[in-house]
């Protein structure tokens, strides 16, 4: 059996994994819970978790939510637990990749990953899949067609059946005993090597699903630009600790943040499953063609230092100047870093002299992000907005191409991080310095 370290005190009181499932409903009135076989699934783990570690009498081993998703507060309670959990212990079936509750709340934890692996630099897969009911590859989400993990090592019976089939059938008893022991000792391991931190509580209620679009549609594009000078390009006397040999080795949020913006970024958009890309401002010509339809939504994230470049000054204005509201533009800044905040009034006003149509374009999210996101935490809430609008922009420029043969015409397919409808997010500017004002622009500035 695997032992664990001694854990820290406030440690006893979180969770070594969260279990993530889809409600099944019940057959007909009055008929037997069809849940209660995930209850034993998850107080069998929590036996055998306790078992394998030396956590205290009354300290929770799981949790699961059968009971507080009709309670008051359990949005909160939610949030809570899955930014302290150790590990996310999601179970697949088709009806947990239709749920968006299940999206929901794989993604707060993805977040809770992303977040750490920033603060640390280092990598922290934690999230460790359950085969409920078998699901075909190609109907898997890619967050979880991303996942590397050899189900098989768990049983032949159990990848072919699943938990539900092996704890439902007494002939396969012992395969089940296996296959769940096989999965607590993976818990545990994951959560010991990981040690995953406490993070910050993402509001279930606005959080998006993490499975997006449904796989049959496609992967779907999102590029992420960085406007940032490299660690030889700076104004004299401005402090080299937040830059790289390269544009993307900017990182605004040191040192709090051990890791680049646009990796962080990009963990974020793909987290909202996004095919991501990333390129620096420099390399690209996006002012060179503003009248050509978009091939793709992208997210331009701008250091206001690089705008003491007139070469790029120059170049960001023409971009400005061109109509792309399928680009989002996020200003992230350091309210940490004195030098910012003693040239705030000259960086902002420079700021608005050379990009002044993304500075009052779009939702209120996207004038908030292009003003100023002055924290790490801050711009884990704001991205997903951003990246959202983008994508909506997308949809109502780009180019539509008619099928084969004629026929009706069809808009390109790219479903937002938070479902089909995109005028219902709503951004909350509570954590950012620059709250935009309550009123939404019209389409015919965004």
Known sequence: MHASAQPRPADQHRPYFFLSYAHTPRYGAGGPDPDMWVERLFRDLCGHVMAMTDLPAGAPAGFMDREIRSGEGWSERLGEVLASCRVFVPLFSPRYFASEMCGREWYAFEQHTIQHQAYTNRPAEAIVPALWVPVPPEQLPGPAERLQFNHRAFGDRYVTDGLYGLIKLRIFAEEYERAVYELAKRIVSVADATAIRPGRHVDYRLAPSAFGAAPSEGPRPMHVTVAAPTRHELPEGRD??????????????????????????????????????????????????????????????????????????????????????????????????????????????????????????????CRA??????????????????????????????????????????????????????????????????????????????
Request: no cysteine.
């Open 369 to 446: 992000a292009a003003k100023g996101v002055p924290s790490m935490e801050a711009f884990g809430q704001i991205l997903p907005q951003v990246v959202e609008a983008a994508a909506q922009q997308y949809l109502r420029h780009a180019t539509v191409y008619p099928p084969a043969g004629g026929g009706h015409t069809e808009r390109p397919r790219l479903v937002g991080p938070m479902g089909t409808d995109f005028g219902t997010t709503q951004y909350i500017p509570d954590r950012l310095d620059h709250a935009p004002d309550a009123e939404e622009t019209d389409d015919s500035q965004s």
């Open 240 to 365: 080299d600790a937040y830059y790289g040999e390269s544009p993307l080795e900017w990182n605004p949020y040191h040192p709090v943040s051990a890791r680049p913006l646009a990796l962080v970024a990009e963990d974020m958009v793909r987290s909202l499953n996004y095919q991501t890309t990333v390129s620096s401002f420099d390399e690209e010509v996006l002012h060179l063609d503003g009248k050509q339809p978009p091939s793709r939504p992208e997210v331009l994230l701008v250091d206001r230092w690089a705008l003491e470049d007139e070469d790029r000054r120059a170049r960001l204005a023409a971009f400005d100047a061109e109509h792309r509201p399928w680009v989002s533009v996020v200003v992230p800044w350091n309210r940490d870093d004195h030098q910012s905040r003693a040239s705030e009034v000259e960086l902002t006003h420079r700021l608005e002299e050379t990009m002044p149509s993304k500075m009052r374009q779009g939702r209120a999210a």
